[in-house]
């Protein structure tokens, strides 16, 4: 990989290290001590260079890399070449996490906009805000009266936090990001424009016009949980929008307003999540599906990508299509239709030649 002002590298790693850490022997013969130079793609990657493969797409340029060393799963590890360290882990994808984590470390979550090691000039803070020590707040960041923030936490620059909020520790608010009406855990990552704890939509309707409902609960935001940018998060109307510790969330997602969502979810780009729906634990929605109000999602269950969830879903099922049920019976539907409409084309060619 190129060299980068943006992510400078924080230590090497030498080949030993990475055997270690993926808990395999190094191949006889093998250097131990030879250092890393970097991490790179397996069809660009050259001497001193480490690279990974998991992935059937990429068995051609597996076969053509350069890399130094390449963690590979099983099913690949025949196709590395000779001129490449190969250690085989079944984890390959999560071991190269691991050493990007250690040689990268400023890209694991947000920095400060502005080298920031204290409070910034041109930052706003409440003389009632109570700010630990070892919190930095980038310019044009406003904290409101009686907010509390946890040592090690960022602030990003133009981020706005409002009355009561509460932060726990080593957490990364990142640029132009709101979070009001909301308590959050430690080590939370909130990308830029992220949007917590605004009015949920409600509204009851009649034909004298839309009466405004005050939305007068909150937000939870449980330890470790990264929010992508331009995903917003209503605060409850009753009760409380919940976000279990763990879950990952991605860019432009929507959680409306009494929504709780169990640990360790994940929720991919695009997703809408419609008011008082519970999702529990361990739970992975696919991009742009549409979750409809007032149901429940059981623990582990998976929804394939641009489905629409109108009613409950089993714990442990694998769902897809519009509406969304499980798959087997999707794919047989959509096995049907092919059938029939391929039939359809040959009656009306039969037609024609007559």
């Known amino acids: 990989m ?13 080949l ?27 069809e660009s990657a050259g001497h001193g260079d480490l690279a990974y493969m998991d992935n059937p797409a990429y068995v051609g340029a597996l076969a053509a890399t350069k890399a130094a060393v390449c963690l590979v799963t099983p ?16 984890q390959a994808y999560r071991i190269f996490a691991q050493v990007l984590a250690i040689l990268f470390p400023s890209a694991m979550r947000p920095e400060s906009s502005f080298a920031a090691t204290g409070i910034s000039p041109g930052s706003f803070v409440h003389p009632s805000a109570r700010l630990e020590h070892g919190v930095r707040v980038d310019p044009g960041a406003v904290i ?3 907010a509390e923030i946890g040592s090690g936490t960022l602030i990003g620059a133009h981020s706005v ?36 704890g605004q009015d949920g939509f409600g509204f009851a309707m009649g034909p004298q016009g839309h009466l405004k409902v005050p939305q007068i609960g909150r937000v939870i935001i449980q330890d470790d949980v990264e929010i992508g940018a331009n995903t917003t998060v209503d605060r409850g109307a009753s009760r409380d929008t919940v976000i279990g510790e763990g879950t990952k969330i991605d860019n432009l997602v929507q959680i409306a307003h009494n929504v709780v969502i169990g640990r360790h979810c994940v929720i991919v780009a695009q997703v809408g999540i419609a008011g008082s729906t519970t999702i529990e634990d361990y739970v992975a929605i696919g991009g742009q599906v549409a979750v409809k109000g007032h149901v429940r999602i059981g623990m582990g269950a998976q929804i394939a990508a641009t ?48």
């Not at 131990?32 to 397996?42: D, K, S, W, Y």
């Not at 714990?315 to 029939?340: C, D, Q, S």
Request: glycine share 12%; proline share 8%; with cysteine.
């Open 16 to 42: 030993r290290q990475v055997a270690e850490m993926a808990n395999v022997a190094l191949p006889d013969g093998t250097d131990g001590e030879f250092l890393l130079r970097g991490v790179a793609p397996l």
């Open 144 to 146: 409101g009266p009686h």
């Open 161 to 196: 936090i409002g009355p009561n909020v509460k932060i726990g520790r080593d957490c990364a608010v990142s640029a132009n990001v709101t979070v009001t009406h909301a308590y959050l855990g430690n080590r939370v990552i909130l990308h830029p424009g992220v949007r917590i």
């Open 2 to 14: 190129a060299e980068s002002d943006f992510f400078p590298q924080g230590r090497t790693l030498n």
């Open 307 to 354: 489905s629409g969830v109108n009613g409950d879903v089993p714990a442990g099922a694998r769902w897809g299509g519009i509406p969304a049920r499980p798959m087997r019976e999707w794919f047989r539907e959509i096995t049907a239709l092919k059938k029939l409409a391929s039939g359809g084309d040959s009656a009306k060619d039969d037609d024609a030649s007559s």
């Open 75 to 90: 099913r690949y590890a025949s196709k590395v070449p000779d001129g490449t360290v190969a250690l085989v882990t079944p």
